[in-house]
């Protein structure tokens, strides 16, 4: 099932955004670990780019994950020292 992500820049300086290693996957059974491929979904806007304020794309990202369910975290902070992921979405159980 391919599902649409947006991106938005909701900050005051540019921000980006680049999947490949820096997205994870785990659930209550796995521990986190990598999610990303070089795959790509071949059609609609790239989502890896650098977002001026208030800019935003919807697009696709294709990820390798163990089961349905569970939660993708995007760990790709400029902040070197932050222990929080930038944002986190809980997948869908079906």
């Known amino acids: 099932m391919l599902r649409a992500l947006t991106l938005k820049n909701v900050g005051k300086a540019p921000a980006e955004f680049s999947a490949y290693g820096l997205m994870t996957w785990e659930d209550e059974q796995t521990a986190a670990q990598d999610a ?13 780019a650098t977002y001026k304020p208030g800019q935003s794309v919807t697009g696709s990202v294709i990820l390798d994950v163990a089961r349905k369910s ?17 944002f986190t979405i809980e997948l869908p159980k079906s």
């Open 36 to 48: 990303t491929t070089l795959e790509s979904v071949g059609e609609g806007p790239d989502l890896d």
């Open 70 to 86: 569970g939660i993708v975290s995007y760990v790709g902070s400029e902040d070197s020292e932050a222990e929080e992921p930038v």
